[in-house]
C-alpha cells in the first residue's frame, strides 16, 4: 500500500521544520520524517539572525523564541588586552535589532508547536531507505516504527543534514575542503563581569576565543584547540579553563559544563539544489566555519525561498520554471557564506606574529568608520542578502530625461525629483522595507509587512502626492487586470498620503493610509509607482511610472 502526498520532507531540523510547516500554510500535503528518537536537547547552533527573525515573524513565532532566548547587542575583538574591533547592531533597520542568542533545541521546539498547529507532525525513528524519481513524482521507500511504507510524492526535500541520505542517494558531489585548525566548544557558567549582551572575543598568539552569551547565565566559549587529541575526544571543563584564561588574561571562573566537544570545520557545497523533483537545502547543500552563526539561518532562508515557489508550481498557479530560481538564488548566496565564513576564520587563525599585527591594527582602523561598522552589522546580520541578480526580478522606468520639472503634487507623472527619490527606494531583489500605515477604518497604525499575506505575491500601488480622478481610475484599473489574470496569486493594496480612503476608488480595492509619508519615503514613491513584494518578503519588481502592460509581462514571465 503506497501513500501519496504532495512533498516528503528528510530531516527535522530547523530548516525542515519551516520548510513543512509554510508548504501546510500553501495548502500542500507533507511528511515529515527524521531517523532521530527525539529532537535535540543540545544547543548548538546559538545564532538567530535579524533577517531569520524577520522571516518568523511573518511565521507567527519570532515573539516565542524572543522569549526563550537573550538579546546580543554588538560584538567586541580583543588582542593584547586592547578592543581592535567593535560593532552595534542597534542602528540596524529592522524591528530586530540584535542577535538572538537561543538554543536550538529551543528554536526547533517552536517550530515543531508551529507544524503541528498546522497539522502536521515529525514521524520520529524513520529511515529513508532510498527513492527514484520519474518525472511526474518521487517514490520513496522508509523505514520506521511500524515497519516499512512506500511513499508517492509529488517532490521530495532532502534537509537532513551534513551527512545527507538524500545527497548520496542522488550522486551529488559535495565539494570542498577542512580546516587543519581544530576548535572545542564548552556551555559553561562564568563568574566575571563583562556584559551579558555583547559578543567578546579575544586573539592571542596560540588561538583565538569566543564567548557567547546564553541563558541562565551560561556562556558558550568557542576556541581553537591546540591538544594532540583525537578529535572524538571530549575537552575537559579543565582544558577549557586554561585555554581561557590565557587568551583572555582573566581570572574568572568557568564551571558546570552541561555540553562539551571538540570539532573541525568544513568548506563545502553541492554543484545543485535540484536534481528534477529532489531538492536539496541546509546543511545537505552547504556546510561552513561557524564564524558569524550563518549555518542555521542560511538553511531556515533556504526553506523560506523554497516553500513559496513549489507551492506556486504544485498547485498550478506558476510556470516549472521558478523552481530553477531556487537553485540560481540560494546557491549564491550559499557560496557567499562560504567565502565570508572562511576569510573570517582564516583571519580568525593567523598563525604568522606579522599577519597577526597587521589584521589588529587594520580591524581597528576599518570600524572606526561608521559606516564600515554599519556594513559589518548588517552582512553579519543577514539584511544585506539580496537576489539583484536573480532573472525572477525586474523593474521598469521611464528615462530622467523624461522627468518633468515642477512638484510631484502637480500632475501624475515623475518629477526629476521624484525620479531620483524613486531610485532610493527598495530594488528588486532586497528586502521589502517596513514601516507604519492605517487600515481605513481601524484607528491604531499598524505594520505595512502585517498587512501582506505572504501565501501571495503583494502589489503595492502608490497614489503619489497627485490625487486625481485619471490616477485612481488607472491604479484601478492595473488592479482589475491583475485579479482578473492573476487572483490566485496576486493580492493588492493601494497606498495613498491622504488621511482618509479616496472616494474615487472602488469599495473592493483594499486601501493603506500613509498620512505620515513613511512608506512613501522609504519607496521613494512621491510620484505614482508600483512593487510587487514577493512571498518571502524580498522586492520582485517595480515601475515608474505604473505600466499595467509591462507588469502584466513580468508577471507572466513565471506565473499561469
Given at each position: 500500500m503506497t501513500d501519496e502526498l504532495d512533498v516528503l520532507v528528510v530531516g527535522a531540523g530547523p530548516t525542515g521544520l519551516t520548510l513543512a510547516g509554510e508548504l501546510l500554510r500553501r495548502g500542500l500535503t507533507v511528511r515529515?520524517?527524521?531517523?532521530?528518537?527525539?529532537?535535540?536537547?543540545?544547543?548548538?547552533?546559538?545564532?538567530?539572525?535579524?533577517?531569520?527573525?524577520?522571516?518568523?515573524?511573518?511565521?507567527?513565532?519570532?515573539?516565542?523564541?524572543?522569549?526563550?532566548?537573550?538579546?546580543?547587542?554588538?560584538?567586541?575583538?580583543?588582542?593584547?588586552?586592547?578592543?581592535?574591533?567593535?560593532?552595534?547592531?542597534?542602528?540596524?533597520?529592522?524591528?530586530?535589532?540584535?542577535?538572538?542568542?537561543?538554543?536550538?533545541?529551543?528554536?526547533?521546539?517552536?517550530?515543531?508547536?508551529?507544524?503541528?498547529?498546522?497539522?502536521?507532525?515529525?514521524?520520529?525513528?524513520?529511515?529513508?531507505?532510498?527513492?527514484?524519481?520519474?518525472?511526474?513524482?518521487?517514490?520513496?521507500?522508509?523505514?520506521?516504527?511500524d515497519g516499512e511504507r512506500e511513499v508517492r510524492a509529488a517532490w521530495l526535500v532532502g534537509c537532513d543534514g551534513a551527512r545527507s541520505t538524500v545527497r548520496k542517494a542522488l550522486d551529488i558531489p559535495f565539494d570542498g575542503d577542512t580546516y587543519d585548525a581544530r576548535f572545542l566548544l564548552a556551555d559553561v557558567k562564568i563568574d566575571w563581569d563583562v556584559r551579558t549582551d555583547m559578543v567578546s572575543s579575544w586573539f592571542a598568539d596560540d588561538g583565538m576565543v569566543a564567548c557567547f552569551p546564553m541563558r541562565d547565565a551560561r556562556w558558550r566559549v568557542i576556541a581553537t584547540d591546540t591538544a594532540d587529541v583525537a578529535s572524538d575526544v571530549e575537552p575537559s571543563l579543565d582544558e577549557v579553563q586554561t585555554l581561557f584564561a590565557k587568551r583572555t588574561a582573566s581570572k574568572a571562573v568557568l564551571s558546570d559544563p552541561v555540553w562539551t566537544a571538540r570539532f573541525r570545520i568544513h568548506c563545502r557545497q553541492v554543484a545543485h539544489y535540484r536534481d528534477d523533483r529532489v531538492f536539496l537545502a541546509g546543511d545537505a547543500a552547504h556546510i561552513h566555519s561557524p564564524a558569524g552563526g550563518q549555518g542555521m539561518n542560511t538553511g531556515i532562508q533556504d526553506a523560506h525561498n523554497l516553500a513559496w515557489k513549489l507551492a506556486l508550481v504544485h498547485r498550478g498557479h506558476a510556470r516549472a520554471l521558478l523552481l530553477d530560481s531556487y537553485h540560481?538564488?540560494?546557491?549564491?548566496?550559499?557560496?557567499?557564506?562560504?567565502?565570508?565564513?572562511?576569510?573570517?576564520?582564516?583571519?580568525?587563525?593567523?598563525?604568522?606574529?606579522?599577519?597577526?599585527?597587521?589584521?589588529?591594527?587594520?580591524?581597528?582602523?576599518?570600524?572606526?568608520?561608521?559606516?564600515?561598522?554599519?556594513?559589518?552589522?548588517?552582512?553579519?546580520?543577514?539584511?544585506?542578502?539580496?537576489?539583484?541578480?536573480?532573472?525572477?526580478?525586474?523593474?521598469?522606468?521611464?528615462?530622467?530625461?523624461?522627468?518633468?520639472?515642477?512638484?510631484?503634487?502637480?500632475?501624475?507623472?515623475?518629477?526629476?525629483?521624484?525620479?531620483?527619490?524613486?531610485?532610493?527606494?527598495?530594488?528588486?531583489?532586497?528586502?521589502?522595507?517596513?514601516?507604519?500605515?492605517?487600515?481605513?477604518?481601524?484607528?491604531?497604525?499598524?505594520?505595512?509587512?502585517?498587512?501582506?499575506?505572504?501565501?501571495?505575491?503583494?502589489?503595492?500601488?502608490?497614489?503619489?502626492?497627485?490625487?486625481?480622478?485619471?490616477?485612481?481610475?488607472?491604479?484601478?484599473?492595473?488592479?482589475?487586470?491583475?485579479?482578473?489574470?492573476?487572483?490566485?496569486?496576486?493580492?493588492?493594496?493601494?497606498?495613498t498620503p491622504q488621511r482618509e480612503r479616496p472616494a474615487a476608488l472602488p469599495s473592493d480595492l483594499d486601501v493603506l493610509l500613509d498620512a505620515d509619508h513613511e512608506i512613501e519615503t522609504r519607496y521613494g514613491a512621491t510620484s505614482e509607482c508600483l512593487y510587487v513584494v514577493r512571498p518571502d518578503l524580498y522586492v520582485g519588481y517595480r515601475a515608474q511610472p505604473p505600466s499595467e502592460e509591462k507588469l502584466v509581462a513580468w508577471l507572466r514571465s513565471f506565473l499561469r
Open positions: 515529515v520524517i527524521d531517523e532521530a528518537e527525539a529532537p535535540t536537547v543540545q544547543s548548538r547552533a546559538i545564532v538567530v539572525h535579524a533577517r531569520t527573525l524577520e522571516i518568523l515573524d511573518d511565521l507567527g513565532v519570532a515573539d516565542a523564541l524572543r522569549a526563550r532566548g537573550v538579546e546580543l547587542h554588538g560584538a567586541t575583538i580583543y588582542a593584547n588586552g586592547q578592543p581592535v574591533f567593535r560593532t552595534r547592531f542597534e542602528q540596524l533597520d529592522t524591528r530586530f535589532p540584535y542577535l538572538l542568542s537561543v538554543a536550538q533545541s529551543e528554536t526547533e521546539a517552536v517550530l515543531a508547536e508551529l507544524l503541528e498547529r498546522r497539522g502536521g507532525r515529525v514521524e520520529r525513528k524513520t529511515s529513508l531507505d532510498g527513492f527514484r524519481q520519474d518525472g511526474t513524482g518521487v517514490n520513496a521507500m522508509t523505514t520506521g516504527p540560481a538564488e540560494r546557491h549564491e548566496i550559499g557560496r557567499a557564506v562560504l567565502r565570508g565564513t572562511d576569510l573570517a576564520t582564516k583571519i580568525g587563525t593567523l598563525e604568522s606574529p606579522l599577519a597577526r599585527t597587521v589584521r589588529d591594527e587594520l580591524a581597528r582602523l576599518l570600524t572606526s568608520f561608521h559606516a564600515v561598522q554599519k556594513g559589518i552589522a548588517r552582512q553579519v546580520a543577514e539584511l544585506a542578502v539580496s537576489y539583484e541578480e536573480s532573472a525572477l526580478v525586474g523593474e521598469d522606468r521611464m528615462s530622467v530625461l523624461k522627468a518633468r520639472v515642477g512638484t510631484a503634487a502637480g500632475a501624475e507623472s515623475p518629477t526629476v525629483g521624484a525620479h531620483r527619490q524613486f531610485e532610493s527606494g527598495p530594488r528588486p531583489g532586497t528586502r521589502a522595507l517596513d514601516g507604519r500605515v492605517r487600515v481605513p477604518g481601524e484607528g491604531a497604525p499598524t505594520r505595512l509587512l502585517s498587512c501582506i499575506d505572504t501565501r501571495f505575491h503583494t502589489l503595492l500601488l502608490f497614489d503619489g502626492r497627485s490625487a486625481s480622478d485619471e490616477g485612481y481610475t488607472r491604479l484601478a484599473h492595473i488592479a482589475s487586470r491583475v485579479a482578473e489574470r492573476f487572483g490566485e496569486s496576486v493580492r493588492t493594496w493601494v497606498v
